[in-house]
């Protein structure tokens, strides 16, 4: 029995997991049939493909597979993702996955043993426990019903702190769960949609509405909590997304718009704002990466390391054209937003992952996962646009969005449209003529595989 059940491992780092992943493979790879040993080299052969071009991590992840071991964070792909919870969960060939704590919120993962390995974590300044609640997660992947008859955990820690562990993690209590409801970025979006829609049509009504939130029910005094919405409310006025006729809050067609995109008003405000700039003077698109790192749903942002901020500032001052340097120099985040914009622009000029995780240290699960966001945010960008019938806005904006979804220079669009035909594949087609549709649609299948130099089953048009 010892023999099928499998383990979870969860340690404080992205780094950690990979580095222990990759020295449990002399282990693991001892618990392989031969059956086994087949189906995780089939998964470490999928996963090596996963991306267009294989990245270090994506090396990595195939070489640990291929073991019966697997390394499990942000930073994985999500097809990858995929194919590690099928070797786990439903062919029980990998035997164990190290991971960090973001693992065990809500997966269903079979495991028989469980070990916490890092029960600390570094919080800028010390290490320090982390909460019990967290302890908890994870520990509770062991010994799930339909998987396991029973479940271990395992917490590890130095002698010294046995004491302290059993007494947080065995019989402490659970930390309580606060609402985050005062935070202003939310009560705007919540405050805004309520108008929208119509549920609450004067200050009273919101006031009757919030009385009822978990907020106010955990603090016992709303007092504090409808200074903040009425603020918030007053803020919607003066960015004109709320006007208030005869006591009436309604919500102006800009408004109503921006609860529909469900972006935070201050977002959507910045971006209006550098929109009406569109329309006096025309901006690259650069300029528009640097105006969705403004957004509040940017964040956080790629942090700009010290020793890089002198050479980031004299790129930043090189763009004078731009961008309003004077607002520049006093945002405590240009430099983060400009190297956000970076990365953003290394993608849709095709750039591959391998190079923009060797040059900004981002793997590619939480690249594609920054390239959604943006995505989402050029979406808004542009409706918003279209609201103020900003037509040269709206197109660029359009077309940076689908050069976001597809990591592509703008003459690879079209040949994107075709299913099965990413940014690897295209940018084969067109270095081989093909530069339109009906150029595509000319070539036999045979004629296509060959240029691709792979299996076209999943190609159509």
């Known amino acids: 029995n010892q023999r099928k059940g499998q383990s979870l491992v969860f340690v404080s780092t992205r780094k950690n997991a990979e580095t222990q992943a990759r020295e449990l493979t002399q282990t693991t790879k001892k618990f ?21 071009t294989p990245t270090r991590q994506c090396r990595l992840l195939a070489e640990c597979l291929k073991n019966g071991v697997s390394f499990h964070h942000a930073g994985v792909e999500a097809a990858q993702r995929k194919l590690i919870e099928k070797g786990f969960k439903r062919d029980r060939c990998i035997k164990a996955i190290v991971c960090t704590t973001t693992l065990a919120m809500g997966i269903d993962y079979p495991a028989s043993w469980v070990i916490v390995r890092d029960l600390k974590r570094f919080n800028g300044a010390f290490s320090e426990f982390i909460p019990n609640l967290e302890v908890q997660q994870c520990v509770g992947r062991a ?5 396991d008859s029973k479940g271990t955990g395992i917490l590890v820690c130095k002698p010294s702190e046995r004491r302290e562990v059993t007494e947080k993690y065995v019989y402490g209590p659970l930390e ?3 609402s985050k409801l005062s935070s202003e970025p939310v009560l705007r979006e919540h405050v805004l949609a309520l108008i929208a829609e119509g549920y ?51 919500a102006t067609p800009v408004g109503k718009r921006t609860a529909e995109l469900y972006v935070d008003p201050l977002t959507a405000y910045a971006f209006l704002k550098f929109i009406d700039e569109t329309k006096k003077r025309d901006k690259n698109e650069f300029a528009f990466l640097m105006a969705l790192n403004g957004a509040t749903e940017a964040r956080p942002l790629i942090e700009a390391a010290r020793d890089e901020e002198n ?31 970076k990365v953003l622009n290394a993608w849709i000029n ?16 939480v690249l594609h996962a920054r390239m959604r966001n943006a995505e989402w945010l050029a979406y808004a960008l542009q409706e918003l646009a279209f609201m103020q019938n900003a ?38 087609l067109y270095a081989a003529g093909i530069r339109t549709l009906d150029e595509f649609r000319a070539k036999t299948r045979e004629e296509i595989k060959k240029i691709l130099k792979t299996g076209v089953e999943d190609v159509g048009a």
């Open 143 to 147: 010994g799930r019903p339909r998987f």
């Open 200 to 250: 609450c049509k004067n200050s009273g009504e919101l006031k009757k509405f919030f009385e009822k939130t978990f907020f106010a029910f955990q603090y016992g005094d709303s007092r504090d909590l409808f200074t903040k919405v009425e603020r918030v409310a007053e803020e919607l006025k003066d960015m004109d997304f709320v006007r208030e006729k005869q006591s009436t809050l309604l």
């Open 391 to 428: 037509t040269a806005a709206f197109k660029k904006a359009k077309i940076l969005k689908r050069r976001i979804k597809h990591g592509v220079k703008q003459e690879l669009l079209e040949l994107c449209r075709v299913r099965g035909i990413g940014r690897v594949r295209a940018r084969k």
């Open 350 to 365: 095709e750039d591959t992952e391998d190079n923009i995780l060797n040059q900004f240290n981002i793997p590619p699960g």
């Open 32 to 52: 392989l049939t031969e059956e086994e040993q087949k189906e995780c080299e089939a998964l470490a052969a999928r996963a090596l493909r996963a991306l267009g």
């Open 311 to 341: 050479a980031l500032w004299e790129e930043l001052y090189s763009l004078l054209d731009d961008f309003d340097i004077q607002a520049t120099e006093f945002d405590a985040q240009a430099l983060d937003k400009y190297k956000t914009a």
């Open 176 to 178: 309580n769960i606060y």
